[in-house]
């Protein structure tokens, strides 16, 4: 295995691990009850798939990083100002969150080879593209397709 397949692993390791923290602050803040099973739902998919990717991480003899990188950190910085605006603006950034993971296993699979691809490509991204249709699917209902709430409003 290259140095490059390994970084590529990490670097989706990376947006789980920011994906989990980011579904942590949601979850500590977000009050409906309806869309807590589907957001408690959407972390444990994170959850599953940083697992798998720390075990094959680990298989190349490597160290599956920790780092939650800028991405998480920023994520804790919208969730933050998500939460005043209330549970309609925690789902609307949790979907962007989730399209930006999507675009990251797209562009890592398009020069991704090796043994490990398969794992990605039928398993891990396919995950991931659920994940985010059932968010988008909570955050349509949630906002009856109205986005952006009117500035100052809990409710849109």
Known sequence: ???????????LLK??????????????????TLGLEVLTGCQASH??????LRSAIASLNAAPTDDIGLGGKFAKLVM?????????A????LQADEGEWTA?????LVAMHGDYRPLVKEDLFP??????????????????GIWPATPGTKDI
């Open 80 to 88: 933050d100002g998500a939460d005043k605006m209330g549970d309609k």
């Open 104 to 108: 990251t296993y797209e562009w890592r």
């Open 1 to 11: 295995m290259t140095a490059k397949f390994i970084e590529d692993l990490n670097e």
């Open 47 to 52: 959850s599953d798939r940083a697992n798998k």
């Open 127 to 144: 995950q991931q593209q659920q994940t985010e249709e059932k968010l988008c699917e909570l955050a349509n209902t949630a906002t009856k």
């Open 90 to 93: 925690i789902l609307v950034a």
């Open 15 to 32: 947006n789980e691990l920011s994906a989990i923290e980011t579904y942590n602050q949601a979850l500590s803040k977000y009050q409906d």
